[in-house]
């Protein structure tokens, strides 16, 4: 049974940075597609970033590429959300998930994790 457990967000002013991490059991962090979404009160999830299975490859929503980082770490069975200069717009509860293949719609995904809140003061 896969299982992701996410951590790290909290408060923070704008401009500044938080990271991220999802905890992964259940599998290898290579094993999957790993991926984070987002998704503010009213609005759908929203696709952030993705980190393909091997050979590095990441993938990022436009309103956040150079913003956000995407990493793993196959040791710790980790993957990371760097985020530096958050915006005003960006607060909402982040979500790791887990799939076979890259999509940006949500319900292709196949394992969740609770999410972790993020919350950014302009």
């Known amino acids: 049974q896969v299982q992701l457990v996410e951590s790290g967000g909290g408060f923070v002013q704008a401009g500044g940075s938080l990271r991220l991490s999802c905890a992964v059991s259940?599998?290898?962090?290579?094993?999957?597609?790993m991926g984070w979404f987002r998704q503010a009160p009213g609005k759908e999830r929203e696709f952030v970033a993705a980190l393909a299975r091997t050979g590095g490859n990441v993938y990022y929503s436009e309103s956040m590429k150079g913003r956000f980082t995407v990493s793993r770490d196959g040791v710790r069975g980790t993957v990371f959300l760097q985020m530096d200069s958050l915006k005003p717009d960006d607060p909402a509860v982040y979500y790791c998930a887990a799939a076979s293949a890259i999509a940006q719609e949500a319900t292709t995904w196949d394992y969740w994790g609770q999410g972790t809140q993020v919350t950014v003061s302009s």
């Open positions: 259940g599998h290898t962090v290579s094993s999957y597609v």
